[in-house]
Structure formats: structure tokens, C-alpha cells
């Protein structure tokens, strides 16, 4: 009883001792705001230090529906020049950046750069993909989770992406990385594949550069996995590790042989990523096919002058661009943005159904809905004559004929009941395509 007394009576002298005196601890040997500043400034001299730039592996939209992208950047005192495949190989633009403090250190690119917000201007006709208001929804202000000379790994702020950064070395081509990068997308762009893994075949649907995976599982259940990824010069780099059957994949090199192609993993797991050449028509359906005014046969361009001249011309419009493909909510029809003068883009699309018939053929029928302004549209601005040509009141069958059954640049539909019915489709975005 003693000893537990005299314990007691020395802790309550220990704690009148701290609690009388005078004289505060100081835990840290610096203010708050001087610790920030000191780390801002750290981080700058990395970003800065790096005297050939960063890769910077740059992913839009919080979900990566778009895939990623490769930039390069290179940070000198308070500005940054910046080079990618949003632009030309050998294009680059400069403007200010910033290091802030907001519930964490944060890297912000705070003035206009065409090639840097390309990613996250709200007009969806700048990249061409997105939907207006939105665009691709990209980042342009991170959080800085780690920094050191050779990597910076970023968080966006809007879409929570993790975004990597890796320094390159001396010597280092950017025009060269670009242009290698080009030409991969080029060779190694694909409509669709077969996932062959553990004696099994997978479907895969190709969307931008994101990967969609649908399949039976063991238990009978259909699951669909997405896997988006970074072009490189060899291949594709998966934004996080894909997981099927108990197989991890997380890069992809490219590998041809003979009139094989396939993708195979970099990790040396067993499976294949083999490239598949859908029919024609499966082409046609699965992706998005522009018009041009100067595609169209005789029969089309007639009514295309008719909607132009009693619709659009009236209304002091015109047609942004058209084309046969899915509609930004999935549904599959003629889709188009008609632009106004000081007012923006108005997009919307005319539904349609299809049938394909063998491998060459498709059968197109009206389904007599619209999406967000379709319906306005086809009643104001004659545009149940602009789709005319496709179908309206009845069904139209189409033979398809391309440049190349591999990578067709482009598809011609013929109407088997009219052969002045003749509408040749682009790969390629078309804008404005009256004047094309």
C-alpha cells in the first residue's frame, strides 16, 4: 500500500510540474506556413530540376472512358511547356503553372493551354469525343501525393486519377517519342480482340483506347471487366492491373507474326490479347462513321440540300458534323451537333435499328425516336429529310464495300433498291461536313 501511495503522490508532482510551468514545448521547429512554403519549394526545384522534362501519363474522365494519353512537360521559374498527342509531334505550347496549398500541395497548369485543356475544356467539339458542358472531363489541378527527382505521382482533384509522372533523361526526343507514339497508335488501333486465357476466349470491344471484357464466370454469372490504357511505343500500359481468371496483366506488347497479331503480356502470364477483323458490317455498327456532303450520291445530296436550304439556312445554322453510331447515352443512331453562331453546339440524334444481314450487308429502319434534340430537329429543321437517304419510312438495305477489310478508312453504302442511293462514311471526324 506504501509503494502505490508514494507512485501516486510522484506522478501528481510530475504533473504540477508541467502544468505550472511557464514555458510551453514546441513540438515543431517551424511555423505551419513556413513548412508548406519550404515543401512548395522543394517540389518546385524537382519539377524544375529535371532539365529535359517529364512524361507525364495524363488519364480524363473519372471513370478513364477515354483511355490515357501521353504529354510531355518541362517546368523552368513559373512556366511550363507542354508537347502530346493532343497536338503535332513537333507542336508545343507554353503557359504559367502553379504550386498552391489546398488541402494538400497542389500543381496546377492555371493558364489556358490549348494542348494541356484540350482534355478538360467543357466544348466537346474541341477533342472531338465527350459529351458538351463536359468534354472529356479531364484534371488540370493535382494533388501531389510523391515527388522525388525521378517520379512525381499526382491525384486529379476532380477525378480522383492517379496520374504519373517520370523524368526523362538527357538527350531524350520529344519529337522522336511522339512520333514513335503515332505511329504505334497507328499499327496497333483495333476494333475488337479475343482474350484467350486458361483454354477460355473472351470477346473484347474496343471504345477509345479502353478495353471491354465480357464473359460467363464459373458460376454462371456474366461479368464485364474494363481495362483503359496508355499507348506506348511497344504496346498498350493498362491503367491498373487487369484481373480475369485469376490471371494479372498490366502491360501489353504488341507481337505480329506473320499475318497473326496479338497482344502479349509484358509479365509473361499466360494469355493473349489476339487482334480480330470483324465483318464489314460489325465494323460499321460498332464504331462511329462520319458524313460528308461530297460522299453522298445523287439521290442523298438532294435531300441534304433540301434540309440545308428550308431548314438550316432559315435557322442560321449548320451542320457540325453527322454521323451513324452510338449516341453519348449508348444508343445507336444518326448523331449530330448543329452549331449556332454565338451560341454554341446543339447535339442530339435520330434513333435507329438495324439488322446486319451476312457479312456485307445491313439493314437500316427509322425507329421514329430522338435523343436530347433529335426530336426538335427532325421536326424544325427538315432533318427527317437529311435522313432520308439512311431511312425513314422504310426500311433501307445496304450493301458495304471499304478500302481495306483490316482498317477500313472508310465504307460505302450502296442501297440495293436504288443505286443512285450511295453514302460514303469516314473513320475520321468530319466537321462542317457541307462543306466537305
Not at 477533342?127 to 501531389?144: A, Q, R, S, T
Not at 478508312?409 to 450511295?422: G, H, Q, R
Request: charged content about 20%; proline content about 4%.
Amino acid at each position: 500500500m506504501r509503494k502505490i501511495t508514494e507512485r501516486m503522490i510522484y506522478f501528481i508532482a510530475v504533473i504540477l510540474f508541467f502544468s505550472c510551468s511557464p514555458e510551453e514545448t514546441t513540438i515543431f521547429d517551424d511555423s505551419s506556413a513556413n513548412r508548406i512554403d519550404a515543401a512548395l519549394e522543394n517540389y518546385q526545384k524537382i519539377l524544375t530540376d529535371s532539365k529535359n522534362g517529364w512524361l507525364m501519363e495524363y488519364y480524363p474522365a473519372s471513370d478513364q472512358a477515354y483511355g490515357g494519353y501521353n504529354l510531355l512537360l518541362s517546368f523552368k521559374d513559373d512556366k511550363v511547356t507542354i508537347a502530346g498527342e493532343s497536338g503535332e509531334t513537333d507542336e508545343t505550347s507554353t503557359s504559367f503553372y502553379g504550386l498552391k496549398q489546398s488541402s494538400g500541395p497542389v500543381l496546377t497548369v492555371n493558364t489556358y493551354n490549348p494542348l494541356f485543356h484540350f482534355f478538360s475544356t467543357p466544348d466537346s467539339k474541341v477533342p472531338g469525343v465527350g459529351k458538351d458542358g463536359i468534354g472529356m472531363d479531364g484534371d488540370f489541378e493535382f494533388l501531389i501525393l510523391k515527388a522525388t527527382p525521378d517520379s512525381v505521382i499526382l491525384k486529379g482533384k476532380k477525378t480522383s486519377n492517379k496520374i504519373v509522372m517520370t523524368s526523362l533523361k538527357e538527350g531524350f526526343s520529344w519529337t522522336d517519342y511522339l512520333q514513335k507514339i503515332e505511329d504505334a497508335a497507328e499499327d496497333m488501333t483495333f476494333t475488337g480482340f479475343e482474350y484467350q486465357i486458361n483454354n477460355k476466349s473472351i470477346p473484347v470491344s474496343v471504345s477509345h483506347r479502353t478495353l471491354h471484357f465480357t464473359y460467363t464466370n464459373d458460376a454462371g454469372n456474366e461479368v464485364s471487366e474494363v481495362a483503359s490504357y496508355i499507348q506506348t511505343a511497344t504496346g498498350y500500359k493498362l491503367y491498373k492491373p487487369l484481373i480475369i481468371d485469376g490471371v494479372t496483366v498490366e502491360e501489353f506488347k504488341y507481337v505480329k507474326e506473320g499475318e497473326t497479331e496479338y497482344f502479349s503480356p509484358v509479365n509473361g502470364a499466360s494469355a493473349k490479347l489476339v487482334v480480330v477483323y470483324p465483318p464489314i458490317n460489325e465494323v460499321l455498327i460498332n464504331g462511329d462513321w462520319y458524313f460528308k456532303y461530297s460522299g453522298m450520291g445523287p439521290f442523298g445530296k438532294q435531300y441534304w440540300d433540301y434540309t440545308k436550304t428550308n431548314g438550316l439556312d432559315p435557322m442560321g445554322e449548320e451542320l457540325y458534323y453527322a454521323y451513324m453510331g452510338k449516341y453519348s447515352d449508348g444508343r445507336y443512331g444518326f448523331c449530330f451537333g448543329s452549331f449556332l453562331p454565338g451560341t454554341g453546339v446543339y447535339i442530339g440524334a435520330l434513333l435507329y435499328n438495324y439488322q446486319l444481314v451476312g457479312e456485307d450487308k445491313v439493314t437500316y429502319t427509322f425507329g421514329g425516336q430522338g435523343a436530347d434534340n433529335g426530336a426538335y430537329y427532325f421536326q424544325n429543321a427538315k432533318f427527317n429529310y437529311l435522313i432520308n437517304p439512311v431511312s425513314l419510312q422504310d426500311p433501307r438495305t445496304f450493301t458495304l464495300t471499304t478500302d481495306n477489310n483490316k482498317k477500313p478508312s472508310w465504307i460505302k453504302l450502296t442501297d440495293n433498291s436504288n443505286s443512285n442511293n450511295t453514302i460514303v462514311l469516314e473513320s475520321v471526324e468530319i466537321l462542317l461536313p457541307f462543306d466537305r
